[in-house]
């Protein structure tokens, strides 16, 4: 698992991650899957700016009908700010690609998930794990 910005933050799980890609990402018949975990190609880094070395690399993505979209885990975390920032610049790029962006969320994370779909303007479909 490579590390951009928030993954450490985050403690990913890659079990959780290899739950997002059995529950959602091959159920809804998406192809071309690169994941960021043991065994998938890394997704491309995304940089936060022209004017930084900083990156996010999403957690999954996946096309279908040449469509491009991004699955996120929908975690709670103290650096909401850089959180926001990951889940707008996602959603841009997915409605750039005329693709969706997944936020799936386990079980415990829901309440913090909705508040900020509810606070700032992004596009997202939530799927519980």
Known sequence: MENGILTDAQQ???ELIKTLLEK????KGFDNIKANAEGYETP?????????????IPDVTGEVNG???YFELG???DDERELVTKWRLLSSLAAYKHGKL???????H????NRILADYPIQAEVVKI
Do not use: H, Q
Request: proline share 3%; no cysteine; glycine share 2%.
């Open 110 to 113: 829901m309440a913090f998930t």
């Open 75 to 77: 975690m709670k975390t």
């Open 24 to 27: 959602i990402v091959t159920k």
């Open 67 to 69: 469509r491009k979209s």
């Open 102 to 108: 997944y936020l799936a969320v386990p079980r415990g």
């Open 44 to 56: 491309a880094k995304i940089r936060r700016s022209k004017d930084t070395e900083e990156y996010f």
């Open 12 to 14: 990913k799980d890659a």
